[in-house]
T-cell receptor, first 115, second 110 residues
Framework: NAGVMQNPRHLVRRRGQEARLRCSPM?????VYWYRQLPEEGLKFMVY????????ESGMPKERFSAEFPKEGPSILRIQQVVRGDSAAYFC?????????????FGQGTRLTVV | GQSLEQPSEVTAVEGAIVQINCTYQ??????LSWYQQHDGGAPTFLSY????GLEETGRFSSFLSRSDSYGYLLLQELQMKDSASYFC???????????FGQGTTLQVKP
């Protein structure tokens, strides 16, 4: 039973390029979270999605960032026109329909470096 | 909004007991979770409290007081491998989203 799979593990982009981060949740999980983490800092909530629906995107920057979780395929976090400040580790977590009585499972993260 | 406060660093020796506190403010609260993260790797779940009281899982225990908006993680018989970052996280009853504190770096010394 594979865990949460994120790819790529490392991504290097030049300023102005687009970054696409993928997250395949655990089997049977219909909900996905995305977090951003800077070195020595906490996990900053970005967006909470279920298939074909954004539940809460209160942590997403208003511009350049978007997320989706289609009916088929992985969840995608998309960052357009990347800037140096976007360099961070991006973690995805998945859970069953409610995380209230269970745990969220995390992927290994994607380390984005903008040069 | 939501905010969580926890100490940034804690140091203890092998075999000791350490308590990591977490206070929270949230609009809509369902439960408090704790996660462990080693060296920037994938955070892993440790415990969850929805009701007041103490939950024990082996060497780790977690406590919640909803009236005080306060919880703690208790680590007993510390081992070197317990050196890691520990995050408290609040589950919002409004949307179900999981919000994390800034994390506490625990350093266990011989």
């Amino acid at each position: 039973n594979a865990g949460v799979m994120q790819n790529p593990r490392h991504l290097v982009r030049r300023r102005g390029q687009e970054a696409r981060l993928r997250c395949s949740p655990m089997k049977g999980h219909s909900h996905v979270y995305w977090y951003r983490q800077l070195p020595e800092e906490g996990l900053k909530f970005m967006v909470y999605l279920q298939k074909e629906n954004i539940i809460d995107e209160s942590g997403m920057p208003k511009e350049r960032f978007s997320a989706e979780f289609p009916k088929e395929g992985p969840s995608i976090l998309r960052i357009q026109q990347v800037v140096r400040g976007d360099s961070a580790a991006y973690f995805c977590a998945s859970s069953p329909p409610t995380v209230r009585d269970t745990e969220a499972f995390f992927g290994q993260g994607t380390r984005l470096t903008v040069v | 909004g939501q905010s969580l406060e926890q100490p940034s660093e804690v140091t203890a020796v092998e075999g000791a007991i350490v308590q990591i506190n977490c206070t929270y403010q949230t609009s809509g609260f369902y439960g408090l979770s704790w996660y462990q993260q080693h060296d920037g790797g994938a955070p892993t779940f440790l415990s969850y409290n929805a009701l007041d009281g103490l939950e024990e899982t082996g060497r780790f225990s977690s406590f919640l007081s909803r009236s005080d908006s306060y919880g703690y993680l208790l680590l007993q018989e510390l081992q070197m491998k317990d050196s890691a970052s520990y995050f408290c996280a609040v589950i919002s009853s409004n949307t179900g989203k999981l919000i994390f504190g800034q994390g506490t770096t625990l350093q266990v010394k011989p």
